[in-house]
């Protein structure tokens, strides 16, 4: 049962339940493969460690928005941090909660789960310098009335001069209308589960008034012998200067946008979009200069 059902009155509520809720929950069952296919994925881990020391200026605490299996999780950590990761997936927090027993003790007491949904998550307090968002989180976001929920969430968790964190990807436009028909990306491995040697292949739709992009993984075994699977992952795409909008609107101020996870400045060939944003009002204002009394 989608956890997002009992809300869904308005057509935008009915668009998350109808369409598109499953797309953010197939992908994440299975967290063995979901690590698999992301384990040369680190050069974000890498940037949220090294944003985490900038901005906690040392170990500090940070709570995770769909912290997943712990990519990140485990490595800030490991740095010292507090961490409380939020999740929705079951599989995802198992994974997590694994991965950190293998954790020297005060490493691994360092780490408190919450199973909870963006839009509606409480985390115990007290309130945090940094929140985080890692790898296309917000993109599991998929109306407006979704977004602005969830930054209400990040305000009411955000110790005051604090920092959210996040990344989307950049939308991709040449990709964004590729044939929905062929299969793209087409890659042979090995399944870590089962050991079965397994085709991988993708593609999607795209709904340009929604910006929404439904994904299709297939997974066929290489032997033909039955077992294919397709599994929906379904993403909200942001535009740059949207996503300003948007997190004004939810009352923060962009304070770093970048276009990858080495600080280079978003440019028109970014595949993310990396942005720190803090809440407006604790943004000392510009001071005036006394007007001259004639
Ligand atoms: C792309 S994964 C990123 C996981 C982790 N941050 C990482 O970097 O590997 C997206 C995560 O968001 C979680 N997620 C998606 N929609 C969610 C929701 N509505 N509430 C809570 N978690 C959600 C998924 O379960 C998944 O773990």
Redesign the pocket.
């Known amino acids: 049962m989608p956890s997002r059902s009992p809300r869904a009155t308005t057509i935008d509520e009915r668009l998350v339940v109808e369409l598109i809720d499953s797309g ?2 197939e992908h ?1 069952a299975d967290a063995a493969l979901y690590d698999y296919e ?1 384990r040369r994925r680190r050069a ?1 881990v890498t940037f949220y460690r090294e944003l985490a020391t900038k901005r906690l200026g040392g170990p500090g605490r940070i709570l ?1 928005l ?4 712990g ?2 999780t485990i490595p800030l950590a490991r740095d010292g941090h507090d961490v409380v990761a ?4 079951k599989a ?1 927090i198992a994974r997590l909660r694994s991965r950190a027993e293998n954790l020297p003790g005060v490493a691994r007491s360092r780490i408190k789960v919450v199973e ?4 509606t998550f409480s985390a115990p307090p007290p309130k945090v310098p940094l929140v985080i ?5 917000l993109e ?1 976001l998929y109306t407006r009335g979704e977004l602005a929920a969830c930054l209400a969430r990040v305000t009411a968790h955000l110790a005051p001069g604090g920092a959210f964190a996040f990344d989307v990807q950049m939308p991709d436009l040449a990709w964004l209308v590729r044939d929905p028909d062929r299969r793209w990306a087409k890659t042979r491995f090995t399944d870590p589960s089962t050991g079965r040697a397994m085709f991988y292949s993708t593609n999607h739709d795209y709904d340009p008034v929604n910006q929404i992009v439904t994904i299709r993984l297939y997974y066929d075994p290489v032997d033909g012998k039955g077992g294919s699977r397709v599994i929906k992952l379904t993403q909200r795409k942001y535009f740059p200067a949207e996503l300003e909008a948007l997190v004004a609107a939810a009352g923060f101020r962009v304070v770093g946008r970048f276009g990858d996870f080495f600080w280079a400045p978003l440019d028109g060939a970014a595949e993310s979009q990396v942005l720190v944003v803090e809440r407006a009002e604790t943004t000392p204002k510009p001071r005036r200069k006394p007007t001259r009394q004639r």
């Open positions: 953010s929950r994440y992301y974000d995770e769909g912290a997943g299996s990519r990140v939020v999740d929705q997936s995802m909870g949904d963006l839009c968002a890692a790898f296309n989180v599991h």
